[in-house]
């Protein structure tokens, strides 16, 4: 189980490509989900208030048509319903015809119904006629024919409801307006169907709803080809950034195989040019002395002490290039003592004036730090020597607030110059600097003109180190 997960986990694991891809594509895709659901949302009430606002408007003028309808009524039977008893049975009976006859449109028509709930006028629906339907609802529960008697005794007013329709037969929803012969106890009323205004806005709630499964899937085809192009452009960078960084890497080993080659030549050259000569010059002189021994000469001592002096000097040749690999004071002392001994050993083998300032570090700069100001002034003090020409060296370390800082001025003629009388230079150094300050998250800074060089490294406070048992001073002294 545990090798499945791990199996899981080696399979889900994201390279740094298709990270930098989902960092740019998920915020565009839930950007765009969120923009499409908003929109969505927003049109669909937009919609529904503007169709319910149109469904009231037709109904509205629905009902306004029975009102004009119910005064039609009550205009063409006024005159007999205002001269009759309420117990005329004869001007009930014209009445009734009157409102039998008034039929209007396919389906509309008059009603009536006593307060008891017995059904007078229903001249589309005649087996209405003469029977009670006190109590009767419609499909859906909604009471009908009591409902329309308790309106009509308030005076009068509107009722929905479902109701058969004439022209077919079929159950559609109704609008009812109803009012009341009190002195005959009768409830009046005319109907209209509102099947077809139903049927209207729901096919306009089907328009919108399709609008926006349109709108919805435009936006999503426009999402999801931006991902495709945000896809295909990090695809293009990553494969050229990947190609500049193959081709950056093959440069940086080949530089480090040079400069190891050339190390490598250097060491050999001090060894065979200083060493080996040295040691040359040793056995001559031990050979000498022995013969002279073995013959009683007495000069044989001279020869032994010229052997030995010789061998100091092979001594001092070893201690002065394993300095130059790796500074033990750096270690022991700390960077200024370290500096300043490269100073001084570069003025005595130079002959140039060399001028050295520092303030005491008291070994405060963390390892990097300390290994890469050396090696950059090594490299420095390696190009005045090779190409500016200069006469004099200054070369400057101290700390501030920012962290450390080291200078190098010479009076030469100038990196431009030196590269036009110096083929052989070829930047390399400067390069090797740059590169161990980025490492350290500092920074290089190179100005030359024709009247001298100057150089000057920045390391940041992170990578110095608090004085042991002290707190943290504000003033930083280095």
């Not at 963390?366 to 200054?394: C, F, M, P």
């Amino acid at each position: 189980m545990r090798a499945r997960l791990g199996a899981l986990r080696q399979a889900i694991r994201l390279n740094y490509g298709q990270k930098i891809y989902l960092i740019a594509t998920l915020p565009l895709v839930f950007a765009a989900t969120a923009i499409a659901l908003l929109v969505a949302h927003q049109s669909r009430e937009l919609a529904q208030r503007e169709i319910a606002g149109l469904e009231a408007q037709l109904i509205s003028v629905k009902k306004e048509e029975l009102r004009n309808y119910i005064s039609l009524a009550r205009t063409a039977f006024g005159g007999i319903y205002g001269n009759a008893l309420p117990d005329d049975v004869q001007a009930k009976k014209e009445v009734a015809q009157i409102l039998a006859a008034m039929l209007y449109g396919q389906d509309g028509y008059f009603f009536v119904y006593d307060y008891d709930g017995n059904n007078i006028v229903a001249p589309r629906q005649t087996w209405l006629i003469n029977r009670n339907w006190a109590g009767l609802g419609d499909p859906q529960g909604t009471p009908v024919v009591d409902e329309l008697i308790r309106i009509a005794r308030q005076g009068g007013g509107y009722h929905s409801y479902v109701w058969p329709k004439p022209s077919t037969g079929k159950d559609a929803q109704m609008i009812s307006y109803v009012v009341g012969l009190q002195d005959w106890r009768w409830a009046v009323g005319t109907g209209v169907f509102v099947d077809d205004i139903l049927a209207s806005v729901a096919a306009a709630r089907a328009e919108t709803e399709d609008r926006i499964g349109r709108t919805f899937r435009w936006i999503a085809a426009i999402a999801v080809g931006a991902v495709l192009l945000v896809f295909t452009s990090g695809m293009s960078i990553t494969i050229r950034e990947r190609r500049l960084a193959d081709a950056k890497l093959k440069k940086l080993t080949q530089r480090i195989i040079d400069t190891q080659e050339e190390e490598r030549g250097r060491v050999a050259r001090e060894l065979h040019d200083s060493i080996s000569q040295i040691l040359v010059a040793v056995r001559y002189a031990l050979e000498l002395a022995r013969r002279r021994l073995s013959l009683g000469d007495a000069r044989a001592g001279e020869s032994l002490s010229a052997g030995i002096d010789s061998l100091n000097g092979a001594i001092g040749e070893v201690r002065r290039i394993s300095r130059d690999l790796r500074p033990g004071v750096l270690d022991d002392l700390g960077l200024g003592p370290a500096l300043q001994t490269l100073m001084e050993d570069f003025g005595k083998r130079t002959g140039m004036e060399t001028d050295f300032e520092t303030v005491v570090f008291r070994n405060r700069l963390d390892q990097d730090a300390k290994i890469a100001l050396y090696r950059i002034a090594q490299e420095a003090l390696t190009n005045v020597e090779k190409h500016s020409g200069a006469t004099k060296v200054r070369l400057l370390v101290r700390g501030h607030k920012q962290g450390a800082m080291m200078r190098i001025e010479d009076n030469g003629r100038g990196i431009a110059a030196s590269r036009e009388s110096d083929a052989a230079d070829g930047g390399l150094g400067l390069r090797n600097m740059t590169e161990r300050m980025e490492q350290l998250n500092g920074s290089l800074r190179v100005l030359s003109s024709r009247t001298g060089t100057v150089i000057e490294a920045q390391v940041p406070l992170s990578h110095m180190l608090q004085p042991a048992g002290q707190a943290p001073k504000k003033k930083d002294s280095a």
